[in-house]
């Protein structure tokens, strides 16, 4: 089954040297997955933003309290598994929230009315 598992930054401050150490150990994490024979897939966000809400209101957004900064596409046997493996990310050491959600493909669209 597939997971992804979205982190949210931390609100704590770190120096530079921990910022540095907190990416090594990030890096290991996602190298002892695939060494397990794991797919896993990266994707960091990048800081800009555009907000549109419900209503059409469009403008840049604030991205809140725990914005979202990366998502980790994992493959894991069940739900169980994905949190586990979510609970070793270093991040956790870090001060990240890390959410685990799994990862499915949309549902078909209905076939197009015939004309």
């Known amino acids: ?13 770190f120096t530079e040297a921990e910022q540095k150490r907190g990416i090594e150990e990030g890096r290991a994490w996602g190298a002892r997955l695939l060494s397990e024979g794991r797919t896993l897939e990266v994707r960091q966000l990048g800081k800009e933003n555009h907000h549109i809400g419900p209503d059409g209101e469009s ?9 979202i900064i990366a998502a980790v596409f994992v493959e894991a046997s069940d739900f169980t598994e994905a949190v586990k493996i979510a609970e070793t ?7 990240m929230n890390i959410e685990v959600r799994p990862w499915t493909p949309p549902p078909a669209w209905p076939p197009a009315p015939a004309q």
């Open 1 to 13: 089954m597939q997971f992804v598992l979205i982190f949210r930054k931390s609100l704590k401050r």
């Open 59 to 67: 403008s840049r957004s604030s991205v809140g309290e725990w914005p």
């Open 89 to 95: 990310h270093p991040g956790v050491h870090y001060g």
